[in-house]
């Protein structure tokens, strides 16, 4: 039996065992994830001056400052180039990556952010040793269920040459890859949320659902709770360039205008299939990685991957 998983629901690197085969996909995939963040990198500034200087919520362009920078940690798909725009349009300060940094900004600890994947995917053991001892983090968390679907499509986008974040993968090239990759991405999914719940205490770290932070209502709201946790970071060195009061049209100008493009769409993807087809034992396996969350951290995830799992189970009915 086959189960369709709604795409809109509200919501190292390699070991010496893994085939030669996994071996180039894995090589494959963190090539692609490179050249994504070379090209956000590269065009992000020059985005915000010329798209947000004239809006009726003005926001000041991203500037370089030596800074307490925090770490942002996401499994692929999970919402982590909308939160980096996000990061710069409420802080004012500049992001960047810890696999492409961008004229070496984060090194030399001249942004508010660090965005990275470690350790699922596009970072490895050197790549995040230089940002091992940054001491606080945003954990942003997607249910599995969407993000593996979410990172297969920015995977056919690249093989394509489509833009990136604009179009979901057909559903016979999700299942193809699925049934080669589900078991090892749910892994990395779940190897993702570990480690970063282990690296840092719990006052140094801010849980951030993306099925929040993309719900009006609730949105605004997460990006209030980021900007004050952001802020708190870099205390006594610099202020943060963008009023709290401002975090309201910043979202609706980001998020459900997309304005920060130059488009009307809202910031998910458009088109394509908006259902996901998972196998028994698959979903199965969704079930068992968000018991096992919720048992390890139940003060801290038990409400969310409650949630998640209320999904699965839905889905599982239908």
């Known amino acids: 039996m086959t189960y369709y998983i709604s795409s809109t629901m509200t919501n190292p690197i390699v070991s010496f065992g893994v085939s030669f085969t996994k071996k180039i996909y894995l090589v494959t995939v963190i090539l692609i994830a490179i050249l994504s963040s070379m090209s956000l990198n590269t065009n992000a500034q020059t985005q915000f001056e010329e798209s947000i200087r004239d809006t009726e919520c003005p926001i000041p362009p991203p500037k370089t400052q030596h800074l307490n920078p925090t770490m942002v940690a996401s499994y692929p798909g999970s919402g982590a180039k909308l939160t980096w725009k996000l990061i710069r349009a409420i802080s004012g300060y500049m992001t960047s990556d810890d696999a492409v940094d961008h004229l070496d900004l984060a090194k030399q600890r001249l942004v508010i952010a660090i965005k990275t994947h470690y350790p699922a995917r596009g970072s490895n053991d050197p790549v995040f040793q230089p940002y091992a001892d940054v001491p606080r983090s945003v954990l942003l968390i997607r249910n599995p269920m969407n993000a593996i679907p979410s990172f297969h499509s920015f995977l056919y986008e690249q093989s ?46 801010f849980i951030l659902p993306y099925e929040y932070l993309i719900r009006p209502g609730a949105g605004p709201t997460e990006l209030r709770r980021l900007h004050s946790f952001l802020e708190d970071n870099i205390e006594g060195i610099a202020e943060m360039r963008t009023p709290i009061q401002k975090v ?57 991957m409650k949630k998640y799992l209320f999904e699965v189970l839905m889905a599982d009915r239908n």
């Open 160 to 205: 394509i040459g489509a833009t990136g974040h604009s179009m979901r993968a057909p559903v016979d090239k999700w299942i193809e890859w699925r049934d080669r990759h589900f078991e090892q991405e749910i892994q990395y999914w779940l190897d993702h949320i570990m480690f970063w719940m282990e690296h840092h205490p719990f006052e140094d770290r």
């Open 248 to 304: 309201d049209c910043i979202w609706d100008f980001i998020v459900m205008k997309r304005e920060d493009e130059g488009t009307d769409v809202g910031s998910m993807r458009q088109g394509g299939p908006t259902v996901w087809p998972y196998t028994h034992d698959q979903i199965n396996k969704i079930k068992a990685v968000l018991r096992e969350l919720m048992l390890k951290w139940p003060g801290q995830l038990g409400v969310l």
